[in-house]
């Protein structure tokens, strides 16, 4: 009993939770990302480069033979996935900056003083008068 009790309160800490969700949320990302790349900007590409299809280049290692399919350099589906890893770091470059903005924003505004620094201050001026 005591490892799943340790198991289920590591599960429902926050950071796993935290961690969890961003993991299921950059997962779909990657697929809208990819689908992007894949059918937006490669196209498009490919149409600007003469009807260049990225994902058909492939260097062929060795021919396909008896019933086996041969063997491919797919430096294409390569290149594509170049530019998904770009567009997913980008934004993520993106994400962090903005995050890291607004938190030194929040540390750079002081705090105001709780009521017992409040009264400790006032006693202290009083002390000064007298």
């Known amino acids: 009993m005591g490892m799943l009790k340790e198991f289920r309160e590591f599960a429902t800490r926050g950071n796993v939770v935290d961690l969890a969700v961003g993991?299921?949320?950059?997962g779909a990302f990657g697929k809208i990302v990819s689908s992007l790349v894949g059918d937006m900007l490669m196209p498009v590409l490919g149409l600007v480069t003469g009807g260049i299809n990225f994902s058909d280049m492939?260097?062929?290692l060795k021919e396909a033979a008896n019933g086996k399919p041969a063997v491919l350099l797919a430096y294409g589906k390569f290149i594509q996935a170049s530019i998904d890893f770009i567009i997913i770091a980008f934004a993520i470059f993106l994400f962090v900056k903005?995050?890291?903005?607004?938190?030194?924003k929040a540390?750079?505004?002081?705090?105001?003083?709780?009521?017992?620094?409040?009264?400790?201050?006032?006693?202290?001026?009083?002390?000064?008068?007298?």
Not at 23 to 26: A, K, L, M, W
Not at 98 to 103: C, E, T
């Open 58 to 60: 492939a260097i062929t």
């Open 23 to 26: 993991v299921i949320i950059g």
């Open 98 to 104: 903005a995050a890291n903005r607004f938190k030194s």
């Open 107 to 130: 540390e750079a505004a002081p705090a105001a003083p709780t009521a017992t620094e409040l009264l400790l201050a006032e006693i202290r001026d009083l002390l000064k008068k007298t």
